[in-house]
């Protein structure tokens, strides 16, 4: 595994913890500073012809056939997460983005940090599973019962449940605390309480980008994207 030269900032969370919201407001909290940053969605749309059939299939319940596939089999969500993720950074290694900073709304290396098992027993991450991983993690610590009313409010479809949100939320919890592989060890990771109002939320990850970064345009070095398996 090897770092981005250049900052690359990931914000990781349970469903509805404000990944992609907050992503953007340090977007355009840090392009009023002056650098130029780019944003990559981990299930892009636009990006990726497989973030397409990821979108699709998160939205089908556990009721419906495909949905059944996609969320019950482990292995296979994987693949194509590997699979989307290989193809985000290949189109950004080719069109060779100049930029000072990355920001990224979760990233397959940190999603997967604590599933190694998923990993290790899986034949095509091997080959697919990108050498990137980020140089600082935000964890947006978020109460399942909030993240749920916030799916609601969407009018998105709940399809993880709240058992399993606790656990996803545990897991995230286990980074801050270490419990991550020791190749992951080099990752600077952050835990934000995302139970108070996003306003205040948004605050205080400034903060601590801030404190992340202490350093002006001048100090960042080249950008380039590193090599891949």
């Not at 404000?18 to 953007?24: F, L, N, S, V």
């Not at 596939?69 to 290694?93: G, H, T």
């Not at 993240?147 to 998105?156: D, L, P, V, W």
Request: hydrophobic letters at 40%; charged letters at 30%.
């Amino acid at each position: 595994m090897a770092l981005f030269s250049k900052p690359y900032i990931v914000f990781e969370g349970i469903d509805g913890s404000g990944k992609t919201y907050q992503a953007r407001v340090i977007h355009d909290y840090l392009e009023s500073k002056g650098f130029q940053v780019e944003i990559i969605h981990y299930t892009s749309k636009e990006w990726s012809v497989y973030g397409k059939i990821i979108k699709f299939l998160t939205k089908k319940a556990r009721s419906h056939i495909l949905g059944r596939i996609y969320w019950d089999w482990n292995i296979f969500r994987f693949a194509l997460f590997c699979l989307n993720a290989r193809s985000i950074y290949k189109k950004m290694k080719k069109r060779d983005l100049d930029c000072d900073i990355l920001i990224g709304d979760r990233s397959i290396i940190t999603t997967y940090a604590n599933h190694q098992e998923i990993i290790e027993s899986n034949f095509l991450a091997q080959f697919l599973l990108p050498r990137i991983i980020p140089n600082y993690v935000i964890i947006l610590d978020l109460s399942p019962n909030i993240a749920i009313s916030r799916i609601i409010k969407r009018n998105r479809e709940l399809v993880i449940s709240y058992e399993e949100l606790c656990e996803l939320r545990k897991i995230y919890k286990g980074f801050i605390r270490g419990s991550i592989p020791t190749k992951y060890k080099s990752i600077k990771w952050s835990e934000i309480d995302s139970d108070h109002p996003i306003d205040i939320v948004s605050k205080n990850i400034i903060k601590k980008i801030d404190n992340f970064l202490d350093l002006d345009k001048t100090q960042i070095k080249e950008f380039k994207i590193l090599e891949f398996f």
